[in-house]
Nanobody, 124 residues
Framework: QVQLIESGGGLVQAGGSLRLSCVAS????????KGWFRQTPGKERECVAA????????YYADYVKGRFTISRDNAKNTVYLQMNSLQPEDTAVYYC?????????????????WGQGTQVTVSS
């Protein structure tokens, strides 16, 4: 397992942008696939974007395609989620997660390491 720490959440107006960061530590942390999931009260955690260890494969949920971009810098053990054109329905707690293997589409039950989450709130 790896340890994950997210940052970058906050309050933004509709149409605005945020960039989330997730720093990983632990043995071979850079070799893990990484995903960004989000969850709202009463709903299951869903994957919005994921990236394999080398950055050559990515996954996006349909509702974020063209607005969100996932990337990683393995030299810094960091994965990013650039979120543009944010809408109120994007309001959620966003979690960074790590999976030793790449699966697409990603499934939360395959990811064995999770960050503590960061709140993103988009006002209308």
């Amino acid at each position: 397992q790896v340890q994950l720490i997210e940052s970058g959440g906050g309050l933004v107006q509709a149409g605005g942008s945020l960039r989330l960061s997730c720093v990983a530590s632990g043995q071979a942390a850079s070799r893990y696939a990484k995903g960004w999931f989000r969850q709202t009260p009463g709903k299951e955690r869903e994957c919005v974007a994921a990236i394999n260890w080398s950055g050559t494969s990515t996954y996006y949920a349909d509702y974020v395609k063209g607005r969100f971009t996932i990337s990683r810098d393995n030299a810094k053990n960091t994965v990013y989620l650039q979120m543009n054109s944010l809408q109120p329905e994007d309001t959620a707690v966003y979690y960074c997660a790590a999976d030793p293997y790449w699966n697409s589409p990603p499934s939360a039950n395959k990811y064995d390491s999770w960050g503590q989450g960061t709140q993103v709130t988009v006002s209308s």
